[in-house]
């Protein structure tokens, strides 16, 4: 679907997905290893793309981790990546990584391309092995198509506890053609990245080189999906990897293009847009909570502030609760490891300023409470340090979060 309707603009997608770049087919199955539920899915380019990808910050790197870290290092390349669910197949040995590689192998058969253009992704359970004879099979089974249908597939078959898919996707233009890029996630409980219990994938038509590209995605995952958390827990298995296959036609893009910034832009929304859908849909979430921090000395510093923030847990059940309680803010703010004056804080709940200078205000207590009971709750925390601002997502914390994982494995 065409959306731009001037050159200059970068839209997001109406219904965007992986699949809205050009030269990209999708699809899922059910290969058996859940009851019912789609579990094995592929994203495969029409050619060999440049590639890019981030991994858990966790010293247990799951077996598909080390397969894909292998795939890329060959050639900087991947055409393919595979992924099941309900099996994370981490921390299960030797087995668990010659598992991860015959998933490799089997998909370069089936789809007849090189191994080593083949990355592996895996979520799930930690510490059972993989169905080898299922997950073959269900290979074999596997249709990718270019149609709505196989982006939806693929968007299924990669969600564990999740209660809706996750996908986007924005257009701009460089060197006069239009670019696209798309993306696609899984992720609702043990979140806090470096990277978490999730899983993104991004597709681009870019014209780019793989070291630009990687170079690119650190920084953007920085500002987005590191800037999230649910449960502060890490996982073992999780990654961002981004193809770009070239199809769009522009000038290869690089640091020193005249348009890189678009597509640093570019890819930072479809990036930010996955992340914030990964937030709000936490295990048990009832609503997406946004912390902004401006005034830092540093960037970093505001980062690590609102980070902070967002993933304290006396702040998530506040916001639960509707509680107005900005004290627990301040509380997290000062454990948050930055310097700043803490006699000039300002904390406003969305309009609503409660704390003015470090100083006390009145406030209507109903205004406040009727506001946190919105789907989506933003909190400002405005410093006198710098120019330094950071933004950070989660959810608050509620009953069901300790249900669903009283019994993840039941």
Known sequence: MEIIK???????IINGSILSPLGYKAGGVHAGLRYTKKDLGIIL????ASCAAVYTKNIFNAA?????????SIEKKLQAIIVNSACANA???KRGLEDAYEMRSSTSKAFGISEHLVAVASTGVIGEFLDMQKIKQGI???NPVAETCGAADFETAILTTDTVTK????STYIDGVKVTAGGAAKGSGMIHPNMATMLGFVTTDANISSDALQSALSMVTNQTFNQITVDGDTSTNDMVIVMANGQAGNKVLDENHPEWQKFIELLKLTSEELAKQIARDGEGATRLIEVNVSGCRTNEDAQMAAKTIVGSNLVKT?????????????AAMG??????????????FGETVVLNHSEPVSFSEETVTDYLKKDSVVINVLLEEGKGAGTAWGCDLTYDYVKINGSYRS
Do not use: H, M
Request: proline share 5%.
């Open 6 to 12: 001037e050159k200059s603009e970068l839209k997001k």
């Open 45 to 48: 380019s029409e050619v060999p």
């Open 64 to 72: 598909p981790l080390q397969v894909t870290k292998n795939s890329i």
């Open 91 to 93: 921390c299960t040995g």
């Open 140 to 142: 074999n089974l596997l």
């Open 167 to 170: 996908n986007t996707a924005y």
């Open 318 to 330: 506040a916001v639960f609760g509707a509680d107005g309680n900005w004290g627990r803010v301040i």
């Open 335 to 348: 454990r948050s490891g930055i310097t700043f004056n803490p006699e000039d804080v300002t904390i406003c």
